[in-house]
């Protein structure tokens, strides 16, 4: 999972696009870059670490032009992590500036593809196999002087070729002009926005809205599946069709990753975390259970608590203040800094849970250490009993998509039967009851057409368990930590 985004304007635009990006350092902590296009010169900044890190202020003078792409990257595919896996990425000919999100499950067999073609894979990052082949499927139609028909069919050899779920933004010489491009798979997994500040007709594309709103960009629409937008300052979006769409947008991306206040295709984040709470609330009424207070988990799930607090008739109450210089644990890069940065992430307020029945809510459960603690920190509190409520699914699958979901091995819901599954997690994690979202509850929050293989493992796009081994195998060093005596999250 990581973030971009690009923009293109009438004048420099480096500056606006770093201050965008800084409002999606949520989606990835581990490296960053920033490029620019200026009169078909590409400059480049990356490295490790956060935006400040990475992009120094320094390093800004250099970054000329009038078209410009940031990204984030929290890393899913390679072992580790080196600033040559930071994105974006270029090519000279023809001259390429390319950024994405996603996951490429293919990675084995394209890259020794791209080889054949003469074309190498230098980095641990899928961005890079996603531009050597957008290169080489131009460069079949012509050296240069690209034209929108050379365009949609490199993007359509991309979709032959490059199997998983992808958005991406890049730019390049289209008809003889400096243009933003950017295309997004037939199923439209990963998110992607765009928009048009009417100020100056500069134009935006963005992993979320909230990078637009950053700098007062009206959203026009979300990339469409399977299409090519061409965006040029001043002028109209061109929206190219390369193949036929097959919407399946990603469920966890409302349930965790997404900002509340971005704005996707269904609507606002902050309304599917509301719907999936009010359902949660009915299920776990159904059940038969009660308490004094509900308490959210921060900050995810505060919008899924209010709305159980509501439907049950409940007052809600602040329990946990968060140290908001700690990281997001999910997307740590190895189990024990994720452990670590949970005893500094959460303080809990022995007030709002002594002598009190509590409903805990939080948005997801994946390996199970991170829930064991907070229960184990909320029972010290001194409540007379404490109830988990998660507003999705159980994660029971794997995600090749962009998550860094590890296998059925590590993830604690795949180890019980659906019918013994609330009673054993309850018994692990030391809570009176656990309550999962149902995913046809999740289905009447969300809708249909979306992606939710990490719960009921229907995968839009078919993964070889060839495949599925090498991307489990090439994710992070959660298996070194767990050697070292760390209990997986």
């Known amino acids: 999972m990581c973030g971009f985004v690009g923009m293109i304007a009438g004048a420099p635009v480096a500056g606006q696009v770093l201050l965008a990006l800084q409002s999606i350092q949520h989606r990835g902590q581990d490296a960053a870059g920033l490029g620019t296009w200026n009169d078909r010169r590409v400059h480049l900044v990356k490295g490790m670490g956060m935006i400040s890190a990475a992009v120094p202020q320094a390093q800004m003078p250099q970054l000329a032009g009038n078209a410009a792409i940031g990204h984030v990257r929290y890393p899913t595919v390679g072992a580790s992590s080196t600033a040559e896996d930071a994105q974006p990425f270029r090519t000279r000919a023809p001259g390429i500036l390319l950024a994405h999100n996603g996951n490429v499950t293919n990675m084995d067999g394209l890259t020794q593809w791209l080889r054949e073609m003469g074309q190498v894979v230098l980095s641990n990052c899928d961005a890079e196999p996603i531009l050597l082949t957008l290169t080489w499927a131009l460069l079949q139609r012509r050296s240069a002087g690209h034209t929108q028909d050379d365009l949609v069919a490199a993007v359509q050899e991309v979709f032959a070729r490059v199997q998983g779920a992808y958005s991406v933004v890049a730019v390049l010489e289209v008809d003889g002009k400096p243009t933003l491009v950017a295309f997004r798979d037939p199923h439209g997994i990963r998110p992607g926005v765009y928009g048009q500040r009417e100020s100056d007709g500069a134009w935006m594309v963005a992993s979320e809205s909230v990078a637009l709103d950053m700098l007062g960009v009206p959203k026009s629409g979300d990339l469409p599946p399977g299409a090519i937008l061409m965006l040029r300052p001043g002028e109209p979006a061109q929206t190219l069709e390369a193949a036929p769409p097959i919407p399946r947008r990603c469920a966890f991306e409302r349930v965790y990753f997404a900002r509340?206040?971005?704005?996707?295709e269904d609507g606002r984040v902050i309304g599917s975390r509301w719907r999936m709470g009010r359902q949660l609330a009915l299920e776990w009424r159904a059940r038969k259970l009660d308490a004094d207070v509900v308490v959210a988990v921060p900050d995810t799930s505060r919008p899924a608590a209010q709305a159980m607090a509501e439907e049950l008739g409940l007052p809600m109450r602040e329990g946990f203040i968060k140290?908001?210089?700690?990281?997001?644990?999910?997307?740590?890069?190895?189990?024990?800094?994720?452990?670590?940065?949970?005893?500094?992430?959460?303080?809990?307020?022995?007030?709002m849970f002594e002598g009190r029945s509590v409903l805990l809510v939080d948005d997801s459960i994946v390996r199970g250490t991170t829930m064991r603690r907070i229960v184990k920190m909320v029972k010290a509190q001194g409540p007379t009993a404490v109830h988990v409520a998660i507003f999705s699914p159980a994660v029971r699958n794997p995600c090749f998509y962009g998550i860094d979901m590890p296998s059925r091995a590590e993830l604690i819901a795949a180890e019980h039967d659906e019918d013994a599954l609330c009673d054993a997690l309850a018994e692990s994690l030391g809570a009176e009851s656990v309550t999962f979202l149902s995913r046809s509850g999740l289905g009447e929050a969300l809708g249909p057409n979306i992606c939710a293989a990490c719960f009921d493992g229907d995968y839009p796009v078919p993964v070889s368990a060839a495949e599925q081994a090498a991307i489990l195998h090439d994710r992070r060093g959660d298996d070194a930590a767990d050697a070292a005596g760390v209990v997986p999250r």
Do not use: C, H, Q
């Open 260 to 264: 509340p206040d971005s704005l996707m």
């Open 323 to 351: 140290n908001r210089y700690s990281g997001r644990t999910f997307i740590m890069p190895d189990a024990r800094s994720r452990v670590e940065t949970l005893r500094l992430k959460l303080n809990p307020i022995r007030e």
